[in-house]
């Protein structure tokens, strides 16, 4: 320690120490140089790529929708059929087949979901269920409840139980377009609490998809989470719910707590008005 000591004043090791320094700070500013180069130039690659591809897409697509054409006819087009061994071309034709969903009803998004599942696209969307990546997993569960895939259903809803939050909106969302009422029953068993953000986005979820069928939103009210019944009373007032009443009574009497009494009285003054 002395050995050291006496080094440190004698000021000998500043000259070295400062050279490496400089040299580190050099070496590190060029590669980082070097890095946005490369991701700037990969950036405008995939721009100029995605023009490319938009065009072939869009006549692509026209066809499918308006013109009868088949994925059989389509796969045997030699542009497709290397454009699509390409991962970008793939996810840019199934970000435009969603986009024209959204906008499309009846026999055109029909046809679209069927361009979808027969060119294995639905298969990219299955992959990134399996991602790592919480918001890769959001995409994939988006792609696959726009697309309605209704078997991806039950592996969705294991999703919204999710430590993320975004990650189990999405889902319990995705389950609410798939199956109505079914995507959020099994909210009855479970045991951590559902904050009010989540709770307003699954009522958001209820108007948006006008889901006709609310067979089962009374299971909420008996659930031993005081939450999901504050969900299921919010359910039942915002959608107006008349049919629901006789549940509400019920869940007036024998209320866990006053909290859930009061709330239960209030949607039973605004439903019998």
Not at 128 to 155: H, P, Q, R
Not at 256 to 263: A, G
Request: glycine fraction near 4%; aromatic fraction near 10%.
């Amino acid at each position: 320690m002395t050995d050291l000591w006496e080094i440190y004043k004698s000021g000998v090791w500043v000259e070295p120490f400062l050279t490496f320094s400089i040299g580190l700070f050099i070496v590190a500013s060029l590669f980082l140089y070097l890095l946005i180069i490369k991701s700037r130039n990969r950036n405008i690659n995939k721009e100029k790529y995605k023009e490319k591809y938009d065009a072939f897409i869009d006549k692509l697509m026209f066809g499918v929708v308006f013109e009868e054409v088949s994925f059989e006819t389509v796969s045997k087009n030699n542009d497709y059929r290397a454009m699509s061994e390409n991962s970008f071309f793939r996810e840019v034709i199934t970000q435009s087949i969603i986009n024209l969903h959204k906008n499309y009803e009846g026999v055109y998004a029909k046809k679209l979901e069927e361009f979808y599942k027969d060119s294995g696209l639905i298969k990219d969307s299955m992959k990134k269920l399996k991602s790592l990546k919480w918001d890769v997993k959001c995409k994939g569960i988006t792609e696959l409840a726009e697309m309605n895939v209704y078997e991806a259903f039950e592996t969705i809803i294991t999703f919204s139980k999710a430590r993320k939050k975004t990650l189990q909106i999405t889902a319990i969302n995705a389950c609410i377009k798939l199956a109505g009422t079914r995507g959020i029953v099994h909210l009855t068993e479970h045991s951590n609490p559902i904050d009010e953000w989540t709770q307003l986005n699954i009522i958001h979820a209820f108007k948006k998809h006008d889901i006709g069928d609310t067979k089962g939103i009374e299971l909420l009210l008996e659930s031993q989470n005081t939450t999901v019944v504050a969900l299921g009373l919010k359910l039942i007032k915002e959608l107006k719910l008349t049919q629901k009443v006789q549940y509400v009574e019920q869940l007036a009497e024998r209320a866990p707590n006053t909290l859930i009494k009061y709330e239960a009285q209030n949607v039973l003054r605004t439903l019998t008005v």
